[in-house]
C-alpha cells in the first residue's frame, strides 16, 4: 500500500501542557493509518500560513497541532492554493471554538485518529480587507482584545480562565463605537458595544449561537451587533438576550450576509481568530464559500 503524505504544522506553545503530552502516540496513530508524516514546527507569527502555501501541494493533508489562532494561520495559507489538500486539526488551544463547532476530540490521540478516519467537509473562510482572512471570527468592541492582549504564558498554564481575568480588567474601559454596518440586506448604524463576524456556533466560548442558525458552509456570515445600553436595563436585556440566544433587533441584532462593509468614524481595533487585527475605520468582509476542507 502506497503511503499517503501528510505535512503537519506544530504551535509548541499551544496548550496547557503542550504537543509533547502523547505525541509518540499520535505519531503512531498517523503511520499506522498510512501516512508517512512531516512534521514543521512555528517559530513566530506567520510560520504556519508560510509553511502551509508553500508546501501545500507537496502533500496529501495538511494537519495542525495548536489553538484556533495556528488554526487560522494554516487556513490563510490554504486558501492560497487552488484545490488544496484536505486539513486535519488536532485541538490544543486554550479556548478552541472551531474544534468544538466541529465536535472534533480534544484528546489529541482521538482526534489523530479522526485524521485519518474522518471525511473531509466544506467550510467557509472569511476574508477581511483585501489580504487576510479568518477561520470563524472577526469582531471588534467590547472584550475583543482580550484575546490577543493576554500573554501566550499565561494562556498555557491557565487557559480559559486567563481570559476571564484580563476581561474583568476590561469592565472599565467599555466603549460605545459608532457603527454602520452594509450588508446585502440593507444598512445597520448606530452606537455598538460589540461587533462580531462569524462562522461558527460560538465565540471564546462566551457568545453561542444556535446550531440550527448555522452552517459551516452556506457562504453567509452570522453577524451579531450589541447595542451600547442607555442604562442598566437596556444592559439586562442584551445580556439576557446573549445568554438566551434571542435577537429581538433591538437589545441583540443579528443579521446574515456574504458581503460586508463596517464604517466607524475613527479607526477601531479588530480580532481575527483571537489574534490582533489591526485599528481600521472602514473593513471589508467577504464570505469564500467552501473555500477549504476540514476533515471532522
Not at 508524516?37 to 513566530?44: I, P, Q
Request: net charge negative; aromatic share 8%; with cysteine.
Amino acid at each position: 500500500m502506497n503511503e499517503k503524505k501528510l505535512l503537519l504544522i506544530i504551535n509548541p506553545k499551544a496548550g496547557k501542557s503542550g504537543y509533547r503530552s502523547g505525541f509518540a502516540d499520535v505519531m503512531l496513530t498517523l503511520s499506522q493509518g498510512g501516512y508517512d508524516t512531516t512534521v514543521r514546527f512555528t517559530e513566530g507569527r506567520g510560520d504556519a500560513t508560510r509553511f502551509a502555501a508553500q508546501h501545500a501541494r507537496e502533500f496529501d493533508t495538511i494537519a495542525c497541532i495548536g489553538g484556533d489562532g495556528t488554526l487560522s494561520e494554516v487556513v490563510a495559507g490554504l486558501i492560497q492554493v487552488d484545490n488544496p489538500p484536505p486539513l486535519g486539526y488536532i485541538p490544543l488551544g486554550s479556548t478552541n471554538d472551531v474544534a468544538n463547532t466541529l465536535h472534533l476530540p480534544h484528546n489529541a490521540i482521538e482526534a489523530a485518529e479522526r485524521i485519518v478516519s474522518g471525511t473531509p467537509m466544506p467550510f467557509d473562510v472569511g476574508g477581511f480587507q483585501n489580504d487576510a482572512y479568518f477561520t470563524y471570527v472577526a469582531a471588534f468592541g467590547a472584550f475583543t482584545e482580550v484575546s490577543y492582549a493576554t500573554p501566550q504564558n499565561e494562556k498555557a498554564a491557565l487557559g480559559y480562565m486567563a481570559y476571564m481575568i484580563h476581561a474583568a480588567g476590561a469592565l472599565t474601559k467599555l466603549e460605545s463605537i459608532h457603527t454602520r454596518v452594509d450588508y446585502e440586506g440593507g444598512t445597520v448604524e448606530g452606537d455598538f458595544l460589540y461587533g462580531g463576524v462569524s462562522n461558527s456556533t460560538r465565540v471564546a466560548g462566551v457568545v453561542k449561537l444556535k446550531k440550527d442558525l448555522v452552517s459551516l458552509s452556506d457562504g453567509v456570515f452570522e453577524v451579531l451587533l450589541v447595542p451600547t445600553p442607555k442604562n442598566p436595563a437596556d444592559f439586562t436585556r442584551s445580556a439576557s438576550g446573549l445568554l438566551s440566544q434571542k435577537y429581538n433587533g433591538v437589545d441583540v441584532i443579528l443579521i446574515q450576509s456574504s458581503d460586508l462593509t463596517v464604517t466607524f468614524d475613527k479607526p477601531i481595533a479588530w480580532t481575527r481568530d483571537g489574534e490582533d487585527g489591526g485599528a481600521h475605520q472602514v473593513v471589508h468582509l467577504v464570505n469564500h464559500p467552501s473555500a477549504i476542507q476540514i476533515i471532522v
